[in-house]
């Protein structure tokens, strides 16, 4: 598995799982009806932020991350990232390797600290990667999801220190 | 005191202070240089959003407050504000009356929540002032403000169920 910077070239081949799991809306606070367009607006992010793949050896895309600053002005030592994982692909490190990868920029420029803003409570496969990551939830925003299998959940706010 | 929707004719008014407590950068994570025409645009919001600004009877602002939903897609029923109070007029209920205001708009446009994202924990007045209307902090950022005077602080996130 190699990570790379991702193109709009590769948005093709993003799309489908970022659809299926955007429409679905079990675990991304983005609107479950975004178009090809508007998506690739709110995934590819222009630098400084970043976007990447990881990619099997023969250019497949597994998975995408995407990795920016979080606050503005006295806040601008804290990221935040966000990843996609092809359910095809599951169960083969992708995410980790994602995460992984973006803690490792994150550290690289500069900032301090990771921060994610609304990690679903139910989404128990990605809390637990993030905490075998040294991240820690410091708060819970108390019904901040409607789940649309499991009603309203909380959205975990996510922390690490660099 | 009134309460009415802002206008681009009161930013003139608004700019002065906006720009006095942005750029000490104390409080906001907004960037301190933050120039006067850009700064409209991260304050005066587009519907259905919403920036207000509190007059004096002589139609003096005296602070103003943005409110607007804080996450997208099935987060949507979370809603957000913000405050500035001319500092000249401190200490006249100001902030009160436009935090009330704002709880009163989630609560009417069918929020379910309100969320601030970043309150500084330095900013103690502000801090006692949304506890006072029934906000909890419910969890803290550390070290996610770098103070000018204080070095880094933490940054609350506070929440409060309609």
Redesign the interface.
């Known amino acids: 598995m190699l990570i790379r910077e991702a193109t709009s070239a590769d948005w093709p081949a993003i799309w489908p799982f970022f659809h299926r799991i955007?429409a679905a809306?079990e675990t991304?606070?983005?609107?479950?009806d975004l178009g090809e367009e508007d998506g690739a607006g709110w995934w590819l992010l222009p630098a400084p932020n970043r976007t990447v793949v990881a990619v099997d050896e023969d250019g497949t895309v597994l998975g995408t991350a995407k990795m920016n600053r979080n606050?503005?002005?006295?806040?601008?030592?804290?990221a935040s990232a966000s990843y996609l994982v092809d359910p095809a692909h599951g169960g083969r490190g992708v995410g980790r390797a994602l995460c992984a990868y973006t803690v490792e920029w994150a550290r690289a420029a500069g900032f301090?600290?990771m921060?994610f803003?609304?990690v679903v409570e139910t989404n128990r496969h990605a809390v637990r990667l993030y905490e075998s990551l040294g991240f820690t939830v410091?708060?819970?925003?108390?019904?901040?999801?409607?789940?649309?299998t499991e009603g309203?959940v909380g959205?975990h706010?996510m922390?690490l220190?660099l």
């Open positions: 955007v809306g991304f606070t983005f609107p479950t606050h503005q002005g006295n806040g601008s030592h804290i301090r600290a921060q803003n609304a410091i708060g819970t925003l108390p019904e901040g999801f409607r789940h649309p309203y959205l706010i922390h220190a």
